[in-house]
């Protein structure tokens, strides 16, 4: 069965520094990885995906993630964090078949500060 | 962007009690799905729904537990006799195909509270 572990709980950066949140799932074959964000009272928006082609994905909001096969990892990253990141990121595994019954991990919350 | 709806966004109950959340799920969307988060702890699949059956459930995911969809719009989570723990935010979302890499879109979420 797929796992994602998302190994920092809590993260606190300056507006404006750079930003990369970690990931690294567990899945036999050739997973297919997700990225969402949850602010405070709304639902999980996607912010990108991959499952095939360049490791280097491009999301909404201007994050990015490289997926690195080597390492069983999928990292967020962000050159420039603004305040209105503040959230908490899920990093996400989906198996292949024809339903999609993705497992997330516990999620890192995002602390911007001025 | 087109949204999924859950109704409460937060439901207290007694112990031993029935509840029903709901959900409207993007109306062209054609596979439905809940997931819930215990506080503190990861977001889990509890069930998936298309064509009016269960594709999919969870060990989560027992009798206490079903899913219906009414009426053609909205896709309702029954929990017949609620427990302590079964406290947690609760996650309705929808897809237009059930591929592994298709988006699922979330609703904002029910918070039930167990007393």
């Known amino acids: 069965a797929q796992s994602v572990t998302q190994p920092d709980i809590h993260i606190t950066v300056s507006e404006g520094a750079s930003l990369e949140l970690r990931c690294n799932y567990s899945y036999g074959a050739t997973p297919y990885l997700f990225w969402y964000v949850q602010s405070p009272g709304q639902g999980l928006q996607l912010l990108l995906k991959?499952?095939?082609?360049?490791?280097l994905v491009q999301g909404i909001k201007g994050f990015e993630a490289e997926f690195k096969r080597s390492q069983s990892s999928f990292n967020l990253r962000k050159p420039s964090v603004h305040w209105s990141d503040a959230a908490e990121y899920f990093c996400a595994v989906g198996a292949g078949g024809g339903y999609q019954k993705v497992t997330f991990g516990t999620g890192t919350k995002l602390q911007v500060i001025p | 962007e087109p949204e999924v709806t859950q109704t409460p966004s937060h439901q207290v109950t007694q112990m031993g009690q029935e509840v029903i959340l709901r959900c409207v799920p993007i109306?062209?969307?054609?596979?439905f799905y809940w997931y819930r988060q215990i506080l503190g702890q990861k977001v889990e699949f509890l069930v998936s729904f298309y064509n009016n059956e269960i594709s999919e459930k969870s060990e989560i995911f027992d009798d206490q537990f079903s899913v219906e969809r009414p009426d053609g719009s909205n896709f309702t989570l029954k929990i017949r006799s609620t427990k302590l723990e079964d406290s947690a935010m609760y996650f309705c979302?929808?897809?237009?195909?059930?591929?592994?890499?298709?988006?699922?879109?979330f609703g904002s979420g029910t918070q039930l509270s167990v007393l």
């Open positions: 991959y499952f095939s082609g360049d490791t």
């Open positions: 109306s062209n969307h054609l596979y």
């Open positions: 979302a929808s897809s237009l195909t059930g591929g592994p890499t298709e988006k699922l879109f």
